[in-house]
């Protein structure tokens, strides 16, 4: 399995449960925060594909801090990872270069390739945590997402399961 930490010395880390719809901020092995999530419209399993519905499991870290967005504040998450990406190569998803793209990203703590059969664009938000509704994203209340947004850094582990 993938390291959680993407930093040695990485203070922060979130957890999310997809079954539970919660997401924990947890920092020097403590739990600080726990906030309700809402997910994507589909949200049973892995996601798979752009489009599924679906909120991806595993190891991703924050990618990208957007304060402009139109879901209040968007933390971007590292998605697909080289595992999504190895799923998606054998499955015919996407081809061999849009693989090595992706590692190479992923491997260099940036932003992988959003643009892939694969989707992208996953990250946690604000405009609400009541029900399931985004593409794929985890949703907070704006409140909640405000606090996260101050707590957390580009390359903050998130840690996604079901």
Not at 17 to 38: P, T
Not at 60 to 83: A, D
Not at 121 to 132: A, M, P, R, T, Y
């Amino acid at each position: 399995m993938e390291d959680v930490n993407t930093q040695e010395d990485s203070r922060a880390v979130i957890k999310i449960y997809k079954s539970d719809r919660k997401l924990e901020l947890w920092e020097r092995n403590h739990c600080i925060h726990k906030f309700r999530v809402g997910l994507g419209f589909s949200p049973e399993g892995n996601k798979i594909r752009e489009g599924d519905g679906r909120t991806p499991e595993g190891q991703y870290y924050i990618c990208t801090k957007n304060q402009q967005s139109r879901f209040t504040l968007f933390l971007g998450l590292s998605y697909p990872n080289i595992k999504d990406a190895d799923r998606g190569l054998k499955h015919g998803l996407i081809n061999e270069e849009e693989y090595n793209k992706i590692k190479k990203a992923i491997e260099q703590k940036k932003r992988p390739d959003w643009s892939t059969q694969l989707g992208g664009k996953i990250g946690i938000h604000g405009k609400g945590s009541l029900f399931d509704w985004t593409a794929g994203c985890i949703s907070l209340d704006d409140k909640d997402i405000k606090t996260l947004w101050t707590c957390v850094e580009l390359g903050t582990p998130v840690v996604i399961s079901e």
